[in-house]
């Protein structure tokens, strides 16, 4: 489902597959473990080839508890379908969301 690299400092989470309610709360729950010792992690969905509404709501809960956390959480490499969705809805103003891998480490 996701593999885990670290990277310039921060933990880059590379998603593979589909991002659900089963899936989505498998990888919140492992970023917000990852938070226990490291600061910032990066979501690249360059692997996701499909999410839905009760996968964003993870992702959306995810990044509340990371703001309470006072940790960064950074995403990159969407696709257009999954952009867009985060465009639609708007959340594309409250996510730090990179075109590459490379800028979200900056």
Do not use: P, W
């Amino acid at each position: 489902m996701f593999d885990v690299q670290g990277k310039n400092g921060k933990q880059v989470v590379y998603i593979k597959g589909e991002v659900n309610a089963q899936t989505g709360g498998e990888l919140k729950k492992k970023v917000l473990d990852m938070f226990a010792s490291h600061n910032a992690a990066v979501l690249s969905f360059k692997g996701v080839v499909y999410m839905n509404s009760s996968g964003l709501r993870e992702i959306i809960d995810l990044l509340k508890n990371a703001n309470k956390m006072k940790k960064e959480l950074g995403l990159c490499e969407m696709s257009s379908d999954i952009r867009e969705m985060f465009a639609f809805t708007g959340l594309d103003k409250v996510f730090k969301i990179y075109e590459t891998e490379a800028q979200a480490l900056g």
